[in-house]
């Protein structure tokens, strides 16, 4: 997904989570310099689901081997029914059964 914000700039989901996230960080921390918004980012705990992309977010701490790596991403397959975005894979976060195969009346049908 994409969003036009005009002036031809266009956003993509994923950027606009990760300014969301910067937003949130940047206003619970006094001051904003490096190492408030690095703690900011390793207190953050969103659940499963509650990230556009259907994901949560929780960095691994420090010493991990994973450290600032998001352990709650995962990849995900999203269609577009109905005009909404679904998420249709894994079935832990689908919001929308897959529409399998294509309708007829799609571009990308091969019936």
Do not use: C
Not at 67 to 84: D, E, H, L, T
């Amino acid at each position: 997904m994409t969003f036009d914000y005009g002036a031809n700039i266009l956003v993509h989901d994923r950027m606009v989570e990760g300014f969301e996230f910067l937003d949130r960080a940047a206003w619970w921390t006094d001051p904003v310099e490096a190492a408030t918004l690095r703690k900011a980012a390793l207190d953050t705990d969103i659940p499963e689901g509650g990230t556009i992309q259907g994901y949560g977010v929780k960095f691994f701490p420090p010493g991990s081997e994973m450290a600032g790596q998001n352990q709650r991403s995962s990849p995900v397959v999203m269609q577009y029914i109905a005009g909404k975005t679904e998420i249709v894979w894994p079935a832990r976060l689908r919001t929308a059964e897959p529409v399998l195969p294509w309708p007829k009346s799609h571009s990308y049908s091969n019936q």
